[in-house]
Every structure is written in C-alpha cells, then in structure tokens.
C-alpha cells in the first residue's frame, strides 16, 4: 500500500467518524468533533468543509456562544439522498430506505423464492429498490443474504436451499444497474452490526445472537464486524452440546446447538410430543406465553442450551453485551434462561459489566446493519 494509498484510507476513516458522531447526536459542531476526536480544530475543519462541498453535511445556523464566536451548527443532509437495504429471506425479502444518518425511512417487503435463482430475485428487489428512491439519488447499497458470504468478490459460499447463488456476483450484478457501491454480507453479521452501532456506535464489543427458526450470531470488536480468518467467526450453530443427544445436524454432526435450541427444534419437539396443530416457531412461543407447560418447558430448556453455549465465548471474548434478536428473543423466559446459564457458568470478571437483553433494533436489525455497512463502504471525499 502506497503512502497515498494509507492517507486516503485515513481521511475515509476520519470522514466516517465525523458522519457518525453528527449522526448519533455526539457532536454538533467543528470545535465538539475536534474534542471528541482529539484532532486539531484546522484538520476537522478541512474534512467537515469537504463533506459539506459533497453534499453529506450541512450547516444548520448558529449555536449558543461560550464566550467566543457561535459555532456552526452541523448535521446530516436528509435530504440529499438515500441508503437503500435488502434482508433477503428464504421467501420474502424485507427492503429499507434510509437517511444517510442510516435511520430507517421506510420498509417494504415482498415475496420472494430464493430457489429461482439470483437473477430473478435480485431483479424483483430493485424494482422496489427504484421505488423507494423515485425521485432522489441513490448514495449506496446494503445487501444481507442468508448464508455463509464471501465479502470481498460479493458472494455466497456453500450455501444450503440457495440453488444457483454459489459463485454469483450479488454486489457486481446489483453495482452495474446503479453505479453506487453495494455492500453485501450475511444476515447475522448485519444484524449485529446495526445493534451494536445504535447501541455503542464504534466502539465497544459485542455478541448479537439471531435466535429464530435458525440460530445464527455476529461479533463486534470496536465496533467492527469480526469475521474470522474465513469468515465463520461468530457461528455457534454447531457446537456441540452436552446432553444434547445424537440429533442429526444438517452440517453432518449431531448434537449440535440448533438441533436442540432453534425454532424448528421446538416445533419438532412439540410435534413428538403429540401437538400436531404446533406448525411454527410463532405457535411455539404463543403457547409459552400462555404459560403451556411443555411450551414453557422446551423454551426455557433452549435457552439454558444456548447460554451453556454462550458461556465459553463470553468468557474467552469478554463482551460489553450480548443481544437477542429474532423470533425467539420475544419471549422473556427464553432471555432469562440465557441470562442465567451465562451468569452462572462464567468468571465473574466477564459478567461484571455484561448486558444479556433483547435488541433494540428488533426486525429492523439487519436493515439497520446493512445500511451501516453501506455506510462503511461509502464513498467519501480525501481531499
């Protein structure tokens, strides 16, 4: 990397971090970014005036005075455009336009058979894609695919029911129709992603667990996502647990986290137990709710399950908070379980400070982490 190279990276970065500060509400003036950047006033004055030269800050009068001069007061261009998300499901496709400050302006969603093949999908995705931005620029793109994603050439890899996806160039086919960059990555890392950013903004460590029909998870650390050397960092799907017995995983195991913790586990426990009118992950929880013991039960039993394994990455990554998301993260006797076993299991070091709750964000987590990743990867002035 050439000296250039490593001095337009460092003014992406910086510009970054002055967009996310005014965004969040830190900082609303030149002077309050140089203090919570700990930079010169005359180097943040220079990145603030080429934002606002591009379009992405504007100035919104003047500030009360502390003895010197009123500041100007800064903000995000709402106005001047549009981040556009995808979370793509096995049938539907959930869509968002945002804010460049990455708030959630409006969210379609649409069905969608991922099985009929990239093309096709994507093609029934950006026509809602132009009509949310009818009439305003499209800044970037955030893409969330429900499977192992091979960020850097914008694919999945060894995807499972996702037929002819393996090798398909999403943000290349998606980049060519609108000339925007597009960010693609896999639903959990989005997810957490867009939690941690609306709760710690970038800094901070965190775990966000999507518990659903499957169960999926992402890693924070300082406030990036942490993919591993191949990508598979975060993915607790598979590991082994005790008592669990010889369950058949679809990785070729058995006895793994999701065969006895994820909605379909409980829906197929349920079932063995003679419920036959239990058909979803909805049905299960909804009989928990009403306090029906079996339901009670097998919900409580699954988040016990995925708190034991929780516990050994808690106590080797020390996280400021641990988020549920999904389906399964309604349900208060499912998070208390969690809760529990973690509490219970760990050093007390690790859980002196640490936050097990429901995420924030809810259904929105992965449009929220999808347009922050957008975000991440847009394309700011260096000069």
């Not at 030269?53 to 001069?69: I, N, P, W």
């Not at 039960?297 to 016990?304: E, K, S």
Request: aromatic share 4%; net charge negative; hydrophobic share 40%.
């Amino acid at each position: 990397m050439t000296p250039d190279t490593d001095r337009s990276s460092a003014d992406e970065d910086l510009s970054r971090r002055i967009i996310d500060l005014i965004a969040r509400g830190h900082a609303s003036s030149r002077s309050e970014l140089a203090a919570a950047l700990g930079l010169a006033p005359s180097t943040v004055s220079l990145r603030v005036q080429s934002l606002i030269d591009a379009g992405l800050v504007t100035e919104r009068g003047d500030g009360a005075s502390r003895g010197g001069r009123r500041p100007r007061l800064l903000g995000i261009d709402e106005g001047s455009g549009v981040v556009l998300t995808v979370d793509l499901g096995g049938g539907h496709a959930r869509v968002g336009a945002h804010s460049l400050s990455g708030e959630l302006r409006e969210t379609r969603s649409i069905p969608v058979t991922l099985a009929d093949g990239p093309e096709a999908t994507l093609d029934a995705v950006c026509e809602v894609f132009d009509e949310l931005a009818r009439d305003t620029t499209i800044h970037a793109i955030g893409i969330s695919l429900p499977g192992p994603v091979d960020i850097d050439r914008g694919t999945v890899t060894q995807p499972s029911r996702m037929p002819g996806w393996p090798g398909f160039r999403v943000t290349e086919y998606v980049r060519r129709r609108y000339g925007v960059p597009v960010a693609v990555d896999n639903d959990a890392n989005l997810a957490a992603l867009g939690e941690h950013r609306a709760q710690f903004g970038a800094n901070g460590h965190s775990i966000t667990v999507k518990a659903g029909t499957a169960i999926g998870s992402g890693i924070i650390v300082d406030g990036h996502i942490h993919r591993g050397a191949t990508g598979a960092a975060g993915d607790i799907t598979h590991t082994r647990i005790d008592g669990s017995g010889d369950i058949p995983c679809s990785c070729g195991n058995t006895g793994c986290l999701e065969t006895v913790a994820s909605g379909a586990s409980l829906v197929r426990q349920m079932r063995e137990r003679g419920r036959t009118d239990v058909e979803t992950t909805a049905d299960v929880l909804a009989l928990a709710r009403d306090a029906e013991p079996e339901a009670t039960t097998i919900v409580r039993t699954a988040g016990t399950h995925l708190g034991q394994a929780l516990s050994g990455v808690v106590n080797f990554f020390n996280p400021h908070a641990v988020f549920l998301t999904g389906s399964m993260s309604a349900s208060e006797p499912f998070i208390a379980a969690v809760r529990s076993r973690v509490y219970e299991a760990c050093h007390p070091l690790a859980t002196q400070q640490l936050r097990i709750e429901a995420a924030r964000t809810r259904a929105d987590a992965i449009l929220y982490g999808a347009a922050r990743w957008a975000l991440d990867n847009l394309e700011l002035p260096t000069a």
